[in-house]
């Protein structure tokens, strides 16, 4: 009557065993949704601290670059449109042959402004990214000696090219700058 389990193998133990990880950490997500507030606190306390790790080690400048460029990169789509509505003015005036109007009626349809990076996986990617970073400052394999500000001056470059600001137009100065770099 009582027929034996079947024995369960090391693999699908493990894999159980993971997916209830899995679950638990996505519920512990879940949950932490509204408190945007706390959330980026909470961010800004893991950045902080990897600042203070960076300036008391005296080294690991080439995680904090690489981290400044991705947050920089994440920042960026955050800030961007997923839709971008220059190319829906360019396809609406090749479709019909207008050139692009402000709207005349009520009844056009309403296009909100739909970030191409969500703010919570924004939160998420950055928080996820110093928390590595701040994992790869306690070895000594990722310190490698470059001097810094050579480094902060690349990334004031890029920021200056990515962000498309009024200072782009002075990038023959920059572009010869780095040159005697």
Known sequence: MDAPEPEQTPFAAVTAHTTKLQRQYQAILDQSTPYVTYRWIGTGVALLMFFLRIFFAQGWYIVAYALGIYLLNLFLAFLQPK???????????????????????????????IRRLPEFKFWYWATRAIGIAFLCTWFAIFDVPVFWPVLVMYWLILFVLTS??????????????????
């Open 164 to 181: 498309k600001s009024p200072l782009s137009d002075a990038m023959p100065v920059i572009h010869m700058l780095t040159k005697v770099l």
């Open 83 to 113: 839709f971008d509505p220059s190319n829906d003015a360019l396809d609406n005036e090749m479709e019909d042959g207008s050139v692009g109007t402000l709207p005349t009626n009520r009844d056009e349809e309403f296009k909100p402004f």
